[in-house]
């Protein structure tokens, strides 16, 4: 039986009852072992050790591999751990490091044995391709009998079987299961689909209050500038026209109807009596708006009729 290093870890019982099964005259492999694993650790005695040095040639002590290589070289990329054997007097090194520190030891237990192998000798497919270390393989399968079963324990290693273990809550059951797995991914895809479609529809809207306000003036020359596109300067001056003669109508009683030159001589005899450079300034605007002024002329008229409307009202 092979034992690589876990996700999940062996309980004390596991543990017990893996070395009963070894005592009984079975074969086992652990790989690591992994400092997760304190049950394999106390129940067997081998321990990872951590190496000073980061060399992967393993190099033969024990002549147990045969016509084997006297050097093997470990995978570079597993990690670099060797085997703390001290509190293991009966377990045999069959290769040490570079720094003389164990990396593959058997133990006798019982009937059987046990191999403990470092990581970076784990004979994983990089390593029994390149490396020799299919020469470990003879030694440790001596001792199985023709038709034997050679199993992995993948339960421990991969931590996707948890028979017998309860699904307690949503997160239990959002993390150990298929269908959570899948929930989950599904929720993963649908958030990035959300934020890229934020994305993609750019800067939020700024709101009414955030959006600086026109100023009053901008109004006007927009409106100047469209009523000046569309010709409109005689409905302007007309319309200045209509106010100076309402405002002054409002003064006096006289109607804003009546024409131009009938509405100056009724002036004349409103009372109190307009003076003659008053009579002569309105009837100057009035020939002044019918002119067709530009725009320009125009304005300056416009504030003329405001500055006579607001001293004839002073005035009365």
Not at 254 to 264: K, W
């Amino acid at each position: 039986m092979f034992v690589y290093p876990n996700q999940l870890t062996y309980t004390e019982a596991d543990a017990q009852h893996l070395r009963t099964w070894v005592e009984a005259g079975n074969t086992l492999v652990i790989v690591g072992p992994d400092r997760m694993d304190a049950a394999l650790v106390e129940t067997f005695g081998v321990a990872p050790l951590t190496r000073d040095s980061y060399g992967t040639m393993g190099t033969q002590v024990q002549p147990l591999l045969g016509s084997g290589p006297r050097q093997v070289e470990g995978d570079w990329l597993a990690p670099q751990a060797a085997l703390d054997l001290r509190d293991t007097p009966t377990a045999v090194t069959v290769l040490r490091g570079d720094d003389g520190a164990p990396v593959v030891a058997v133990q006798p237990v019982g009937e059987g044995e046990v191999w403990h192998l470092a990581q970076s000798f784990g004979m994983s497919n990089r390593g029994l391709q390149d490396d020799g270390q299919g020469d470990l393989l003879p030694p440790i399968l001596r001792t199985v009998p023709d038709g034997a079963v050679i199993v992995f324990d993948t339960f421990h290693q991969f931590g996707l079987s948890r028979v017998g273990e309860r699904i307690r809550s949503l997160q239990d059951w959002l993390y150990r299961t298929p269908t959570g797995w899948a929930t989950a991914l599904a929720l993963g895809v649908t958030g990035l689909y959300l934020v890229l479609q934020g994305r993609r529809l750019g800067p939020p809207v700024r709101s009414v209050a955030e959006q600086k306000q026109r100023e009053a003036a901008e109004y006007v020359h927009a409106m100047a500038g469209l009523m000046r596109r569309a010709r409109l300067s005689g409905d302007v001056a007309h319309y200045q026209k209509q106010r100076l003669k309402r405002g002054l109508s409002h003064l006096r009683p006289i109607s804003a109807d009546i024409a131009d030159v009938q509405f100056v001589e009724r002036l004349r005899a409103t009372d109190p009596p307009l003076s003659h450079e008053e009579v002569a300034e309105i009837r100057d605007l009035l020939k002044a708006l019918d002119a067709k002024p530009d725009d320009r002329r125009l304005v300056e008229l416009a504030a003329q009729i405001d500055q006579l409307l607001a001293r004839q009202r002073k005035s009365s």
